[in-house]
């Protein structure tokens, strides 16, 4: 059985954060990369997707899929140099909104006046598959890709990357509520890695209700509810400096959590 390969790219919500305080844990918005040996499957298209891009040495598809359009989590197609290589296969999967298809949305900010190349002009063989919540979404390599809506504002969508051996939870952006709460457990349950939205602390997400995000405190308690092996946290305010992510860390320290730094490789 081969191992599953996590890799994290971007870390930050909202906007990226360029200075020395951010450093350790890293800069960069929303992007995850899971690599199954016969599939490569990246999760959100934030400014991290662009590290993706520079290490990228392999002529697999690339099956990249977005939580939602929020600019935070598509800048770094801006830059994603596998859109210029001819003999690249890109398939972006998303949903329609407000009678917008995928695809017009991301047109509206990937081509002129906001940027000089768009879809048209690029070399790669690029798909666009129109998905929405509750359903199975079949990959190479006997994978597939469930999807269920997520709370936060303007529609999103989690995943859940599985075989019959693994599985991968991706829980951005999300704001746990009561409601919400047993279904997102029965999505996690087994999993062997969730990627969860530690956005705020507990103190911070009580002033900021109806945000779309959650906790960390949340994700421990997700985790052990539904039997996850590694609870990895991640989407961090922008705000939040190493020293205090450190600081959180050292608060949330238990068996299978773990704080993500870009640049992290995980093994399943």
Known sequence: MQDWIINVWGVRGSMPAPSRDFLEFGGNTACISVDCGEALVVFDAGSGLAALSRR?????????????????????????????????????????????????????????????????????????????????????????????????????????????????????????????????????????????????????????????HSSWEQGAAVQRDANVRLMLMTHYNQNYTDGFLREQELLAQGPGIRFARENMEVRL
């Not at 269920?148 to 995943?159: E, I, V």
């Not at 890695?193 to 900021?208: C, G, R």
């Open 56 to 212: 990228l040495r392999t002529g697999r598809p690339i099956h990249l899929f977005l939580s939602h359009v929020h600019i935070d989590h598509l800048m770094g197609l801006f830059v994603f140099s596998q859109l210029h290589n001819p003999d690249a296969e890109i398939h972006l999967y998303g949903e329609a909104r407000d009678g917008s298809s995928f695809r017009q949305q991301l047109e509206v900010l990937i081509g002129p006046p906001y940027w000089p190349v768009g879809f048209a002009g690029f070399a790669a063989a690029v798909t666009f598959h129109e998905i929405g919540p509750e359903q199975t979404l079949p990959l190479p390599g006997g994978l597939a890709v469930r999807t269920m809506r997520s709370n936060h504002p303007n529609l999103s969508l989690l995943y859940r990357l599985e075989s019959a051996e693994k599985r991968v939870v991706y829980t951005l952006d999300c704001e746990l509520t009561e409601e919400l709460r047993p279904r997102l457990v029965e999505f996690c349950r087994d999993a062997d890695a969730v990627v969860w939205d530690a956005n705020f602390t507990a103190q911070d997400l009580a002033l900021h209700p109806g945000w779309g």
